[in-house]
């Protein structure tokens, strides 16, 4: 039974190497044949049978006892049956499978490299020539860089026909990773690679003619993962910078670079500076086996900008950004919760800030034909790192920047002009509404005639009063008891003392519900019926403003269909100031995020302790606030981390403004000055004009009596 396991062992054994020599021989025949132990090989050793995985453990014991050929032609490195004992896949541009091992992968890892070390070692005697020996060299160096610093990461190398040698590859290729390959001949070839994958990216690029690679760079500006890890065989420096300067370059955190150097075996080594200088720097050496020094090839460049000058793009918008300026106009300060966010940030990632502002009169900036204007076309164009000033997140710039995490949120209100309050002389009517003084003034017309009829009515069951058997006494009497008059002269039938019981009430309790009621009208002036709602301003018919075009999108945007009504109303301004005419003349409302409105009718509009500008009471939908970066900009990463430390800085400017009011609510009476007591003084004018009229009257009526009595 032993016998047989070991018969059928061996000749599982024999089937696999001969079937690998085979395929060897096969793909050997191009120079784009590429050697593969990838991870899908780590599950298959778990799955052979024991004798075949002792076969394979020998090998990594050094039990293989067939010698290689002694050979030096181009593909000798891969001539011998050890090259594949654990039915190696010979694959040309095609993603490995991932580890589906049900053991320890630690181990069967150790195995698949000690197998490696094993093929090393033999590669290492076939190697003699100068060509060869550079190509070994370079084929370490990309070793060692994959092993130590995209030990983890899925990689994709990517070479043309200059280095399909397999004495560069063939190393490259026996490493664990999960991979892609591609041989790159022209520039469409790039585009078959998957640029954006999840977790560790590595990028390994051997590239003799840089053009197809620098086209696609340039071109295709959606076909690029900015957060992997690249490193470049090229030519030359210059052509490293070139990449570094791209625009894709400079967006991207990690590139190292190698260059042959001149010396038999040694290639320079090259790492970009992103922010911290312009361009790649020389960091090591590589010399046949070993890098002279010891550097990561890909740290974090942003934990630490060295001081780097970050150009920002803002301008004067309070409360977000104040301006201090010398009398030349010079900013001298800049300062506000928007600058405060940025200054921490400063602090804490080492950089300073170079401030430039929009052209005059585009701030935010718009978008015509394609092209944005103002801080957006600064962005959008990468002239500045990054913008501030109560900048909302929205889809509509999503795709000319990046936004970096919110540190604020506001509301977008309507600023709309205060009324005048209505003249305090008309305060003795606002205690009763029209339709209680047309009610009262019906009951008075009503009340002096009814005592007369029944005054008239009583006298004839007994003696009445002859004063209150006069219509015109009748309803004086009525009158006086309206207005809260004792009357000396009293009713003598008790039907008619009846009546005027409870026509004392009913005056009474009116006479003290007005003189109550009017105390509260005198002390506090009466606005006017205002719009509130954005229905109410639907139907107003006035023109809505802002600056630039960005509310005017967000009303068509929205779901409410008043709100989408007034897009139609909508009309943008360059400048605030060019909206506060409109406002005051009663003909506009201004659409603006609530802090800076409320700045405005506190700080440009004062009149008489309050504001001849006012917030509607309902406002637009809420945007949180963030930076803008450029498109893919690595800063965004770290700036979300470090956000939070600015976050306890920011203060609700409609906070202070409620303290304030609650303020001067507190505290004693207010005494009635004459401008409370207008009105009174307007009835006793007119009284006395009543009075003159009426004596006149009077005197003229007596005068023509006496006329008459002479003749």
Not at 125 to 132: G, I, L
Not at 209 to 223: E, M
Not at 513 to 537: H, Q, R
Not at 579 to 594: C, D, P, T, Y
Request: proline share 4%; aromatic share 8%.
């Amino acid at each position: 039974m032993r016998g047989t396991r070991m018969v059928l062992t061996l000749i599982i054994c024999s089937i696999i190497c001969v079937a690998g020599l085979t395929n060897s021989q096969e793909h050997l025949a191009h120079d784009t044949t590429l050697v593969e132990l990838n991870s899908a090989n780590l599950s298959q050793v778990e799955r052979m049978t024991p004798g075949v995985r002792n076969q394979l453990v020998s090998l990594a014991e050094n039990k293989c006892h067939e010698q290689p050929p002694a050979s030096t032609s181009k593909h000798a490195a891969s001539q011998h049956s050890c090259t594949s004992p654990a039915s190696t896949d010979l694959v040309h541009k095609r993603p490995s499978a991932k580890l589906e091992s049900d053991t320890s992968p630690v181990t069967v890892r150790d195995k698949i490299k000690n197998i490696n070390k094993v093929l090393f070692d033999r590669y290492e005697k076939e190697e003699t020539s100068a060509d060869m020996l550079d190509a070994a060299s370079l084929s370490r160096m990309l070793v060692a860089v994959v092993e130590e610093e995209m030990e983890e990461c899925n990689v994709v190398v990517a070479y043309d026909a200059a280095y399909s040698h397999p004495a560069v590859l063939h190393r490259l290729l026996l490493l664990p990773n999960a991979r892609q390959v591609v041989k790159v001949n022209k520039t469409q070839d790039l585009l078959e690679i998957v640029w954006v994958s999840s977790g560790c990216s590595g990028y390994v690029f051997l590239l003799q003619q840089l053009d197809p690679l620098l086209t696609f760079v340039n071109t295709h500006p959606n076909s690029w993962d900015y957060h992997g890890r690249y490193l470049f065989v090229v030519p030359s420096r210059d052509d490293l910078e070139s990449l570094a300067l791209s625009e894709k370059g400079k967006k991207t955190e990690h590139i190292a670079g190698a260059t042959e150097s001149g010396a038999e075996g040694e290639w320079g080594v090259y790492m970009n500076q992103l922010y911290w200088s312009q361009g790649v720097k020389r960091v090591t050496t590589w010399r046949g086996h070993r890098f002279t020094s010891q550097v990561n090839l890909f740290p974090d460049k942003l934990r630490d900008l060295q001081g780097a000058v970050l150009k920002a793009v803002t301008f004067e918008w309070k409360p977000s950004v104040f301006y201090q300026r010398a009398k030349n106009g010079t900013v001298l300060l800049r300062y506000g919760i928007d600058i405060g966010v940025v200054k921490t940030l400063a602090q804490v990632l080492n950089f300073t800030i170079q401030f430039e502002e929009p052209p005059e009169g585009e701030l935010w900036g718009r978008e015509e034909n394609g092209t944005w204007s103002g801080m957006m076309g600064k962005l959008s164009r990468n002239e500045v790192d990054l913008g501030m000033v109560d900048l909302y997140m929205t889809i509509i710039r999503v795709g000319i920047l990046d936004y970096s995490a919110s540190y604020d949120s506001e509301l977008s209100c309507f600023m709309a002009r205060t009324e005048p309050p209505l003249p305090r002389w008309q305060a003795l009517a606002y205690p009763f509404q029209g339709i209680t003084w047309l009610a009262i003034l019906i009951g008075l017309i009503i009340s002096g005639p009814v005592l007369y009829l029944l005054a008239r009515g009583s006298a004839v069951c007994g003696e009445e009063m002859k004063s209150l058997q006069s219509l015109s006494f009748s309803c004086y009497y009525a009158l006086g008891l309206h207005c809260c008059e004792a009357q000396v002269t009293l009713p003598q039938m008790k039907s008619t003392r009846v009546f005027i019981i409870f026509l004392w009430l009913y005056t009474i309790t009116i006479t003290i519900a007005y003189s109550t009621n009017l105390t509260a009208f005198l002390m506090v002036t009466k606005p006017p019926s205002i719009m509130e709602t954005i229905k109410e301003l639907h139907a107003s018919g006035l023109e809505v403003s802002g600056v630039g075009k960005f509310y005017g999108d967000a009303l068509a945007s929205a779901s409410d269909p008043y709100l989408q009504s007034l897009k139609d109303r909508f009309q943008d301004y360059s400048t605030a100031e060019d909206i506060f005419s409109g406002v005051l003349e009663g003909k506009a409302v201004m659409l603006q995020n609530r802090p800076y409105l409320e700045f405005v009718a506190a700080t440009k509009f004062p009149s008489r302790g309050a504001s001849r500008m006012r917030l509607m009471k309902e406002c637009f939908a809420p945007f949180s606030i963030a930076l803008g970066l450029q498109r893919h900009s690595p800063l965004k990463r770290k700036f979300d981390q470090g956000q939070k430390e600015s976050e306890g800085g920011v203060v609700v400017a409609g906070e202070t403004q409620d303290r304030g009011v609650r303020g001067g609510a507190r505290g004693g009476g207010v005494p009635l000055s004459l401008d409370h007591l207008q009105g009174i003084f307007f009835v006793i004018v007119m009284g006395w004009i009543a009075t003159v009229l009426i004596f006149l009257v009077e005197i003229t009526l007596k005068e023509r009596e006496s006329s008459r009595d002479h003749l």
